[in-house]
């Protein structure tokens, strides 16, 4: 098969599972053979594995408790509403902090009753003006205005400078957050960190979101709060569902693997995305224009509510978001979700210019035969914004097959976002560069998949040398050019309605749960390629010249299909194998099944 990124012949793979097992588990479960194949290639061999997957419930939600420093993050919340003392909440400007912050602040508010109301706030930094991560002046204006209390989330576990200062200042801390933390110097001074990745956590799942751990807390402060039969029952069948919604938005949207924990709250979460009643959230899928009438699909949330979220972190102000899932105001919810609306046009517009800079600064990088001479892309320009550089590098990923790292420059300093590979550690990556030699940075950090970071200028060119030393070490061939990973080989004529049904059951699909891959053998074009712009191409196809018939489309985002399709010369009655997606037609005039093209090759 040919690679998307360098031309050479892409090899694919199928697991191989006991056909016996197979047939086993498809007659106990009810379901295709096909399917049966995906579960045990996700480790689920027994029908009763197979049915807590099918059928995500509250039951499967791990007790917060378990967390390392819980007990006294609540403790300490119950204390400060019990005395009145004033709460900040210190959030981030993206997805996953505005969120975060949403639901905290609610959970804090909902426990407080009418002889000790709730005095909460909070703060949710300027991308371009703060940067990321807590900063010492926001405390002190903090402890000036009378807070007693702060709590972090999706932020704080290496904020040590903030730490120092909030204990100067009175000001007890509490960080929540996900992020991995420093091994060499360990966690903060706070008053508890709430973290499920920092040693000595017993909580088994280590892979929430900063909403997800914010939920927790949350979840464990109300659990306290309620101690009547009939608010147990309120809280387990009204408040905790409705919290999920916002919860799964941020898990998808930050790119945590959806297994575990991770998939039962996507899926309860966005099960109770199909009519929300809080004014800034229905106002906001309108004008995603997701249908009311059915939940959400996860790639209808990653890519139509999640970038309209992060455009107001990216391009104006991240309060707007939380305003917006607070407000009570329809009128004023609209005007919001309007308004993130036009920064998320304004986004993709200056997204778009970069992208051409970024193809000729590529296009510098590459050998004569498209092969690129870099193993970790680094590419810098003061023109680009702030606020797209963690999709730019993203960009770059899709485009290259490499780890990218994405700067700007402002008064002498560098400012980036970057974005990796499977297999390869972009944190430990930017740990392993800072210090080898000269200090690199003046603050980083993130996880394996993306980071942050900041230096000064005239260290960027020290930067790239060192990634690109790092990177030559480590990132071998198969990493770089993987293969296809494929799930099972069907006939076209295995994809049927119900079949799809049970496929969309497997989902939500993510990183850790990826969409299932599937294969066909010769398969014939009943018609010539047909192109689409220019560039994107629809194929007809059936097999053994009948049955079922497919249109199968193929989207030139990473692979030039046009090109593909001419430089092998199909045309009507080629025979090819296929290796694709299987999705519903978006088009309710036209409804039924198509096929994402991934991969082809003459049959």
């Not at 599937?518 to 018609?527: A, G, H, N, P, Q």
Request: with cysteine.
């Amino acid at each position: 098969m040919i690679s998307a990124q360098s031309g050479l012949r892409q090899e694919w793979t199928i697991d191989s599972h006991d056909a016996a097992a197979v047939a086993r588990l498809a007659r106990e479960v009810g379901c295709p053979d096909a399917i049966a194949t995906l579960l045990m290639s996700r480790g689920i061999v027994d029908a009763v594995a197979a049915r807590t997957f099918f059928n995500p419930s509250l039951d499967d939600l791990i007790d917060p408790l378990l967390m390392l420093g819980m007990p006294e993050a609540v403790a300490r919340i119950q204390q400060a509403v019990r005395m009145g003392e004033p709460i900040l909440i210190y959030g981030d400007y993206d997805v996953d902090g505005t969120t975060a912050t949403v639901l905290l602040k609610t959970a804090i508010e909902r426990t407080a009753t009418k002889d000790h109301p709730a005095i909460v706030t909070y703060h949710v930094p300027h991308r371009l003006r703060e940067g990321y991560g807590m900063q010492t002046g926001v405390l002190g204006a903090a402890a000036a205005a009378g807070v007693r209390l702060v709590i972090s989330v999706d932020t704080g576990i290496r904020a040590f400078a903030a730490a120092e200062e909030a204990k100067a200042l009175g000001l007890d801390l509490i960080v929540t957050d996900h992020h991995l933390p420093d091994d060499a110097v360990g966690v903060p001074h706070a008053i508890a960190v709430v973290n499920p990745a920092q040693d000595g956590c017993a909580y088994p799942f280590k892979s929430l979101c900063g909403a997800g751990v914010a939920f927790k807390l949350a979840h464990a402060i109300l659990s306290a709060a309620a101690e009547t039969a009939e608010e147990k029952v309120k809280l387990r069948r009204g408040l905790i569902p409705s919290f999920l919604k916002l919860v799964a938005i941020a898990t998808i949207a930050d790119s945590v693997p959806l297994e575990g924990e991770n998939r039962v709250i996507a899926a309860l979460g966005l099960r109770e995305l199909r009519n929300p009643v809080q004014p800034g959230l229905r106002a906001l899928m309108q004008v995603a224009q997701i249908p009311a009438e059915r939940p959400p699909t996860a790639t209808e949330v990653g890519f139509r509510l999640a970038p309209r979220i992060n455009a107001a972190g990216r391009m104006d102000i991240a309060s707007d978001v939380v305003e917006l899932f607070l407000t009570r105001d329809a009128e004023r919810a609209s005007e919001l979700a309007e308004k993130l609306d036009r920064l998320n046009n304004d986004r993709r517009a200056t997204e778009a210019r970069a992208l051409e800079e970024i193809e000729i600064q590529l296009a510098s990088l590459q050998t004569a035969d498209g092969e690129f001479v870099a193993e970790c892309i680094v590419l810098d320009d003061p023109a680009w914004h702030r606020g797209v550089l963690g999709i730019l590098a993203s960009r770059i990923v899709d485009r290259t097959g490499r780890p990218a790292l994405v700067l700007t420059h402002e008064d002498g300093h560098a400012h980036g976002s970057g974005r990796s590979i499977a297999g390869f550690h972009l944190l430990d990556a930017l740990t392993a560069v800072h210090s080898d030699g000269e200090v690199l940075f003046t603050r980083f950090g993130g996880h394996a998949h993306a980071v942050g970071f900041s230096l000064p200028s005239e260290r960027v060119e020290i930067l790239r040398t060192r990634m690109q030393s790092y990177g030559a070490s480590l990132l071998c061939g198969s990493m770089l050019a993987p293969p296809l990973k494929c799930d099972v080989e069907v006939s076209l004529n295995d994809l049927t309605p119900e079949f799809f049904d049970w496929l969309v059951r497997c989902g939500p699909f993510g990183i850790g749960n990826r969409e299932p891959v599937f294969v066909t053998r010769r398969v014939t074009l009943s018609t010539d390629v047909r192109l689409i712009k220019e560039k994107h191409v629809c194929l007809q196809v059936c097999q053994n010249g009948g049955g079922a018939k497919f249109s199968a489309l193929g989207w030139s985002r990473g692979t030039d299909w046009a090109a593909r399709c001419s430089g092998i010369g199909l045309r009507r009655g080629s025979v090819v194998d296929i290796a694709y997606r299987l999705k519903a037609k978006t088009n309710p005039q036209f409804p039924g099944l198509e096929l994402e093209l991934l991969d082809l090759n003459l049959g």
